[in-house]
Every structure is written in structure tokens, then in C-alpha cells.
């Protein structure tokens, strides 16, 4: 064994990690990565086929994200913002609000039905005003959900503010984040240290009771038939809140597609509609973009005519579905996937109401040693920089493209039941056998194992349960994205058969 992989053997603990299991084989040790491609201790060169746990935008050591980095170092590496602004950190909060608009050619507006108290100040296309910066997307959502709970108390008359999220939903591990969660495996354990949500039913269409299509081999959002449904489940849920208690304060989502649930997407016109129900029943809205924003779900209507115009483009996947959030979480991404940096937006509503004088103590009493830092700014300046750059919008359009066109050779697995993609996202849903959709056992290890069988053959990514989870930086060659569905297709057929 490398001595410093038996240094971690003897040392160090891995999240989300049965360390018994880990501790039985030598671990991967990474040593250096350019581009697309991580390379370890011994020399072996792997593709890092999930953006290394979903944060990396534009491929690993990037000359210029290095320039920024190292430019910044050159002044300071960290001061704090408690008591002090800073260069980098001002800088990317004007970026953020600007980028976070939505694009001019929207047109939709709506309305809150009826008014509840204060309900004028939630506007139907509120406008993204303000930048709290903390360190991952835990504590992103940890202070929306603060400010979202003082503004509905303060602003809005609800006495005892209460939220909703979607079934299935993640965000985060914090105990705030994990009150907001709806995963039984990782959050049940902890449940009397948390507070009541709510959870409304989350589409996913594969296996979604009131779907009556047959599966085929096509992405069952495609082939689905249903009426809405679960929309109507959705109205159910916000109507009785009201009826019995008042608004929810907050209706917190994964825009178009749950992460850690297992890369489950909304189909088009869910969100806008679940979105709108929301609204209308008077709930702010919570978007947790720390997986889905920069691009990563692809380009909003519009983005192509953006960069055309070279407007500033919008960076948020709900703008996808025309929905202005209230409060807006990043994180992963933000950075580049570089350092540790997260970002709460939010409105000048929300903002005012943490205004008064000094012995009124309004103030937002919430902040983090690293809030504002300057090496994590620098960073996310470099890359939003990246991100606007015509030749890289191209270029990622491209990439979409040649993925859409390689994920489609798998239906030709029987063991592939669903294959799901959002931009450059996909979930390649694993079954014993598609006629019938029947799911590997979780005891089975299927997921894991074609995993293991990946990383042999040089490519690196990480399963949620029986689904593969595939998310390439967007400096991906067609070759190596081509080469990445190969060796996930020869693994399945290898380990669970053709
Ligand atoms: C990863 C993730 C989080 C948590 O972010 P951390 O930086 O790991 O705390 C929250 N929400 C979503 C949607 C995520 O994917």
C-alpha cells in the first residue's frame, strides 16, 4: 500500500463512507488533475466523470481560475467581513445579482390570487437584490431559510412560519438542511434534533404511481401518461397549510432535477406550474441552485440569444422554467468547484426587513469566519468569466449534443431501465430488468459495484443507489464523454449482465 494511503487507513474518515468496507481495499489517492482527467499516486490517469461530487464547471487546473487564484494570494489570502468589504468579495455580489436576473423575453406574470397580509411585498417576479456569502451549500441554505423565516414573522404576520420541500429532496447535511430533507436513510437517525416540514410529491416519472405508460426505451418523461396528477397532490398539500394554519413561509426545490435523490428530473412545465401553485397560495420561493446553477442544466431559452447580444446571462436553472426565486442557494459550482464558497441571494424586501436602528437588534445575527473570502471570490470571478464566454457557451451546447447521442447507445442494456438527462446531468437508472422496471435490491450493491468496475477501467464517478450518476466538466472532450459511456456500458453488461 502507499504509505500515504495507509496514512489515511490509519487517520482520516470519509463522508458518506461504510469505513469497514473502505478500510478493506487500498483507496484511490489523487495526486493531480488538468482538464477532465484526475491523475493518482501511481500515475494512473483517470475521467472524472461526476465533476469530482458535482462542482467542478470548467475542468481541473484551468489557467486562468489558477491566474485568479494565485493573483489574489499575491495580496491576501483572507480577511474578514465582519467589520470589513473587500475587493473580490464586492465585486462577484454585484456579478451574482446581476447574473441572477431573469432574462428580458420573459413575458408570464403571476399574481397571487388572493392578498394575505404583507402579501404585496412577495412580488410575482421578485428581483434578486442582495449577496450573503457562507462556505457550502449547507449553510446557504441554512440562511435562507433563517431569512425566509424572520421576513415571513417580521413582514408577512405568519407567527409560526413553517416550509415545504419536495419529496426525495436533499439539501444538505446541517441539521437545519437535514429538517428541510427528505431522504429516510440519511435523515431519519437524527430526527428528534430536527424541525417539522413539510413534503409535497416530487415527479419522477419512471416510477411515478400515476404514470399508465409501458416502459420503453426511451426517457420516461417522453413517453409518460398522466394528467398532471401529482400537480393536483402538489395544490392539495399548499391549500390545506393555508386553510389551517396560513401560508408555508418557504416552498424550497431543486430546480429541474433532484441531485442526491438520484438525478431525478421534473418533466417540462412542472416546475413553472408547481412554482405558480406556490405562489398563488402565498409561499416564498427557495431554490436550491447548488447543484443545478452555472449551466449545468443546460441553457435557458434565451441564452443563445444572449450571448449573441452579450447580455448578461442568466446562471440559473429556474430561469429555464421562467421562475424568479425569492431566495437563491449556490454553492458547488460557484467557485468553479475550486474552493469552498457559497452565495444566499436574495430580495431588497428581505433585506429591509433586518433594517431598524441599532437597539432595535434586527440585525441578521448569522455569519461565518470565512464569509466573503477572498481567494474563494477571485476564484468564482475567474469562472462566471468562463461561464459568459461566447466560445464556451458553444462549446458546451456541443458537448450536450455528443452526450444526448452516447447516453442514447445504453437502452440497448437490459439492465438499463431509465437513462435521464438535464444539460449536461444524467442518471442512468439500473433494474434487474427494464420490461418490468423491478429494482436491484439496495443490499445488492449494483450501483456500487458497476462503480468499481469504472474506476478499473479509468473513469471516476460516484452511484446513489442503483443509479449512475454521470456529470462531466465542460471542458470534456467528445472523446473522453464517448469513452466514458463506453466503459458504463461494458461495466454493466460485465458486472449485472447483458
Ligand atoms: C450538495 C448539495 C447541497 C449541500 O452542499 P454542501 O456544500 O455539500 O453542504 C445542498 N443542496 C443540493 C441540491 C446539493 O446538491
Redesign the pocket.
Known sequence: MHPLAQLDHDYAWHPFTQMRDWLRTEPILIERGRGALLHDVYGRRYIDANSSI?TNLHGHNHPRINQAIRRQLARIAHSSALGFANEPASLLAEQLVLAAQPPQAESTVRRPASLEPGSRLIAARPKIAKAFFSD???TA?EVALKLAFEFSRRTLCIREPRFVSMAGG????TLG?VSLGHIDLFHKAYSPLLFKTDSIMAPYCYRCPFNRAKPERIDARENRKCNWECLAQVEKVFRAQKRRRGPYSGFIF?PLMQ??AGMIPQPVGWLSKACGIAREQGALLVA?E??TAFGRTGTARGLQTAARASEPQSILASHQEEVSPDFVCL??GLTGGYVPM?ATLTTEPVFNAFLGRYEDFKTFFHGHSFTGNQIGAAAALASLKLLKDRSQVRARLQLERVFEQKLNTLWKRSRVGDVRRVGLVAGVELVKDWRTREPFALTDRAGIRVCERMARRGVLTRSIGNVIVLMPPYCTTAEQLNRTIEVLSRSIRDELGD
Open positions: 458535482w457550502n451549500g449547507s441554505l436533499y439539501h444538505g447535511d438542511a431543486e441531485g442526491a436550491d447548488v447543484m454553492a458547488k457559497a
